[in-house]
């Protein structure tokens, strides 16, 4: 089945640094979604991306599909976003068009 | 707008009994999904559902595992016989398949204890 590779498995920044979170792909994928999970466990949709590049407020997201990877930005970083960040794909092919597969996830920590 | 809701918001139970999940998803979705999540890892997809018709079953679902969605609206997922390995955070989640975007929008988890 397809893998998902995520990286830096932890980050530690000071508040106000800027980060990069990468997410590799083994095959070629119609969904792409990254999401923040709290402390608490809720999962936080970032951005559905499965090609090109969004942004959002300090956070953007760029996805290069026939490279079959994509990167999450982190600018002017703040205590809050602190928490794991997970990329997850849907295949593209196949009966398995529905469902996620997430990678293990990059832990945040901002430190004030 | 409502998001996806789950209930009960924690469950402790003994090995060998019976639990019973919850979940609403955003109104109109067609599409919900059942996943799991242990103590650092990632959510493991379930099953999914389209309307009532349940599409996939992962083969992590054992026979001790069934979920439902009459109606295509909520949506329950019972364990049978529970050990102690199905201690995890059960999430569910929603989505507009078909319109637009297959943007997944998760709930706030169940949390099952298995002592």
């Known amino acids: 089945g397809i893998q998902v590779e995520q990286s830096?498995?932890?980050?530690?920044?000071?508040?106000?640094a800027n980060s990069t979170l990468?997410?590799?792909?083994?095959?070629?994928?119609?969904?792409?979604?990254?999401?923040?999970?709290?402390?608490?466990?809720?999962?936080?949709?970032?951005?559905?991306?499965?090609?090109?590049?969004?942004?959002?407020?300090?956070?953007?997201?760029t996805t290069v599909a026939t490279e079959r990877y994509s990167l999450l930005y982190i600018s002017s970083s703040q205590t809050t976003d602190s928490g794991v960040y997970f990329c997850a794909v849907a295949v593209a092919y196949g009966g398995s068009q529905g469902n996620l597969i997430f990678g293990k996830g990059t832990k945040l920590s901002v430190k004030p | 707008?409502?998001?996806v809701s789950q209930d009960p918001r924690h469950k402790i139970t003994k090995r060998g009994?019976?639990?019973t999940f919850r979940c609403?998803?955003?109104?109109?979705?067609?599409?919900?999904?059942?996943?799991?999540?242990?103590?650092g890892q990632?959510?493991?997809?379930?099953?999914?559902?389209?309307?009532?018709?349940?599409?996939?079953?992962s083969r992590l679902l054992s026979d001790r595992f069934s979920a439902e969605r009459p109606k295509g609206s909520f949506s329950t997922l019972e364990i049978q016989r529970t050990e102690q390995g199905d201690s995890a955070m059960y999430l569910c989640a929603s989505s507009a398949h078909g319109v637009g975007t297959d943007t997944q929008y998760f709930g706030p988890g169940t949390r099952l204890t298995v002592l």
């Open chain 1, 8 to 16: 830096p498995p932890d980050l530690i920044l000071q508040e106000g």
């Open chain 1, 22 to 61: 990468r997410c590799n792909f083994s095959d070629s994928v119609n969904n792409l979604q990254w999401f923040h999970q709290n402390p608490w466990g809720q999962l936080i949709n970032l951005f559905y991306i499965p090609s090109g590049t969004k942004q959002n407020g300090r956070l953007s997201a």
């Open chain 2, 1 to 3: 707008d409502t998001g």
């Open chain 2, 17 to 19: 009994q019976n639990v």
């Open chain 2, 24 to 39: 609403d998803p955003i109104s109109e979705h067609n599409r919900l999904y059942w996943y799991r999540q242990t103590l």
């Open chain 2, 42 to 57: 990632g959510p493991e997809f379930l099953t999914y559902f389209q309307n009532e018709a349940q599409l996939e079953k």
